[in-house]
């Protein structure tokens, strides 16, 4: 049994293809709200906002995701 599941785990990919498109909705809608309203210069301040903070936000939430897949979370 116990090789069953680490036959299984060996197939299994690194990270899920959806979880790094669920961790971009933070860092878009950060960089959204922030070039809304911005009052001079909205497009820098948009591309700005995916930097910071949006990287960390997409690092952290892409983190947590493949921690709780790994982990197995309920």
């Known amino acids: 049994m116990r090789e069953a599941a680490e036959a299984a785990r060996k ?28 009052d001079d210069g909205a497009l820098g301040d948009a591309a700005f906002a995916l930097v910071w ?7 952290v939430t892409l983190a947590v995701l493949w921690g709780g897949w790994k982990i197995e979370l309920e």
């Open 11 to 38: 197939n299994e990919p690194l990270i899920l293809w959806w979880m790094p498109v669920v961790a971009l909705i933070g860092p878009i809608i950060a960089a959204i709200w922030f070039g809304a309203t911005a």
């Open 53 to 59: 903070p949006g990287a960390p936000v997409y690092l």
